[in-house]
């Protein structure tokens, strides 16, 4: 079983539509960090939310923690062919503060 | 403009082969780990250290070996390869300042055990 559960698995979207990939787990964490990865290279981290509730933006994507910090949610607006590639999050967990666990990944592909 | 780099790119070893995975960093962090990442489960934690001299067992650690001689350098050892430990390897650096640390991943090594 994952520790931090992400949905859709896989997304397949048209160009222009939004999306919303979830991240949840039963566990809390100290801070959650959404990474996007593209084939034949490692992750590369986009954003880390640190405090409950926290939404940050980054250009067409919002990301936002929950009050609970349990979990986080990954909203692409108006998506580009650009955004395709395999969305992680991962987290620190609150007194494993050096190990961070990743999420299974979802996989978005955009069409034209 | 080097990074976090891992040799080799591609490797393919026999049952029982070893081998170790290079990883070295130009940034002078403390924190480096080693991940290893299959279908459908992410990546997950094999080993980490928090400096020189010292290393500490993730997730996965069964059947790895790591050493931490000098802060720039993390081998990761498969002592007797199985085809289980298939997969792509990520050996990952950080300064670890605090809470939401950014963490820089190598480019990977894919491994085939047959």
């Known amino acids: 079983t994952q520790l931090l559960e992400q949905s859709p698995q896989f997304l397949s979207i048209q160009e222009g539509e939004n999306l919303t990939v979830y991240c949840n787990s039963s566990?809390?964490?100290?801070?959650l960090q959404w990474y996007r990865q593209e084939p034949g290279e490692g992750p590369v981290l986009l954003v880390t939310?640190?405090?409950?509730?926290e939404v940050k933006k980054l250009k067409r994507l919002t990301f936002q923690f929950g009050d609970a910090r349990k979990d986080s949610s990954l909203h692409i607006t108006a998506a580009q062919p650009g955004d395709t590639g395999l969305y992680l999050c991962?987290?620190?967990?609150?007194?494993?503060?050096?190990?961070?666990?990743f999420g299974s990944g979802t996989q978005l592909t955009v069409l034209p | 403009n080097a990074g976090v780099t891992q040799t080799p790119k591609f490797q393919v070893l026999k049952t029982g082969q070893s081998m170790t995975l290079q990883c070295a960093q130009d940034?002078?962090?403390?924190?480096m780990s080693w991940y290893r990442q299959d279908p459908g489960m992410g990546l997950r934690l094999i080993h980490y250290?928090?400096?020189?001299?010292?290393?500490d067992q993730g997730e996965v650690p069964n059947g790895y070996n790591v050493s931490r001689s000098t802060t720039e350098d993390f081998p990761l050892r498969l002592l007797s390869a199985a085809p289980s430990q298939t997969s792509v390897y990520f050996c990952?650096?950080?300064?670890?300042?605090?809470?939401?640390?950014?963490?820089?991943f190598g480019e990977g090594s894919w491994l085939t055990v047959v």
């Open positions: 990952a650096s950080s300064d670890w300042t605090g809470v939401g640390n950014t963490i820089y």
């Open positions: 566990s809390v964490f100290s801070s």
């Open positions: 939310v640190v405090t409950g509730g």
């Open positions: 991962a987290g620190f967990r609150s007194g494993s503060a050096r190990q961070l666990t």
């Open positions: 940034m002078n962090h403390e924190y």
């Open positions: 250290s928090v400096g020189a001299g010292i290393t």
